[in-house]
């Protein structure tokens, strides 16, 4: 149970919805405490009156209780029965012109339990419930409470304070949250990922490859491992973001060459690593990616056009534990430089014995 509350409320912070609910349940207990407590004191105080409308109040309040899942029922008839009471209190006057205080809360409840714009539609439509009451000639003539003039001209401008102040309240808290929330989806976004070309980093790797193993179609898994040929001298030939812009091409080109099942990810510098748990052939797709590669033409602001080509490894294993899987990097790894030992731009597969 207790972890259940630990969960709620941790969750809460940053769901709206969550936080509503949680709000709107125990502003119905608290009232419900409230109303049972009040309704045992005018039994004590033999205040009749008050005795029936703070029991039915508490009855209500556990209705809501029940029925605080289904929200859209629930807190229209909560708001109803709140200012029919509020409206009591302001016509009775009700213990000596003290529950009509209650009304001052309103602005900072509703903006909680309701947020800013249901809680302003609320707020509102209780200031011209007591505009009309206090303001008005018909609505005075309701009054049974003697207030004086001063207190029923003030009241008013109190309650718009109060209100203003809570709209702030929570307009602030809504715009830091979608902030620190919005900051957040784009740390752990960037806590998987690669900065520059959106492909997933070593971590996000780690956390998916025992997805990929588990699910893999076939027993045997096929790696594949790309490095961009003589990536040095592009960038000292043509700058480091011409550098960027060339791994982003490849990230790109990789992407558009392989299916949904695969596991990709940068490795590594200019280095790309792929998993593939798919019934595709590996050879086949590391070939497909090295001719697109081949073929891609760089159109650079200076006017120039630049190729580049990429070096790739290829191995087979059985899919098994991550961390032995880990282990096999090293053999596409071996397939990836003796590519580039046998002159670049070609595809090597580990089992060709090119070690």
């Known amino acids: 149970m207790l972890n259940y509350i630990k969960t709620i409320l941790l969750t809460s ?4 919805k969550v936080r509503q609910q949680l709000l709107f349940q125990l502003l119905n207990f608290i009232l419900f405490t409230d109303a049972v407590t009040m309704t045992v004191v005018n039994i004590a105080t033999k205040e009749n009156i008050l005795f029936w409308v703070t029991a039915i109040y508490a009855i209500l309040c556990l209705k809501n209780l029940v029925l605080s899942r289904k929200s859209y029922i629930a807190k229209p008839f909560f708001f109803i029965e709140t200012i029919i009471l509020l409206s009591f209190f302001i016509v009775t006057g009700f213990p000596g012109g003290f529950s009509i205080l209650w009304i001052l809360m ?10 800013v714009k249901v809680g302003s539609v609320y707020s509102i439509v209780l200031f011209i419930d007591v505009i009309f009451f206090f303001w008005m000639p018909s609505g ?3 009054l049974m409470y003697d207030y004086s003039d001063t207190y029923m001209l003030r009241f008013p401008f109190v309650y718009v304070c109060i209100y203003l102040i809570s ?3 929570e307009w602030i808290r809504q715009k830091t949250m979608e902030g620190l929330i ?16 959106g492909a997933y980093n070593r971590h996000a790797f780690h956390e998916e490859l025992s997805k990929i193993l588990s699910n893999a179609s076939n027993k045997v898994v096929g790696t594949i491992m790309l490095d961009i040929d003589n990536f040095k001298h592009i960038n000292d030939t043509y ?4 550098g960027d812009k060339v791994i982003c091409r490849l990230s790109d080109i990789i992407m558009k060459n392989i299916c949904e ?3 990709f990810c940068r490795w590594g510098g200019e280095e790309f690593l792929i998993v593939m748990r798919c019934e595709h052939d590996p050879m086949k797709i590391a070939e497909t990616i090295r001719c697109d590669v081949e073929q891609n033409k760089m159109q650079l602001e200076t006017g120039e056009s630049l190729r580049f080509t990429v070096s790739v490894g290829v191995s087979f294993c059985e899919a098994a534990d991550p961390e032995i899987f880990i282990e096999r990097v090293n053999d596409v790894d071996k397939a990836m430089y003796a590519a580039k030992k046998a002159g670049k731009n070609i595809v090597v597969g580990f089992d060709q014995n090119f070690m």
């Open 13 to 16: 912070y940053k769901d709206d």
């Open 106 to 115: 309103v602005p900072a409840v509703a903006m909680s339990v309701f947020g």
């Open 140 to 142: 005075r003539d309701l």
């Open 167 to 169: 709209f702030y309240v």
């Open 182 to 197: 919005e900051t957040e989806r784009k740390n752990r976004w960037l806590y998987r990922h690669d900065a520059l070309t």
């Open 239 to 242: 700058g480091h973001n011409v």
């Open 261 to 263: 099942h695969c596991l």
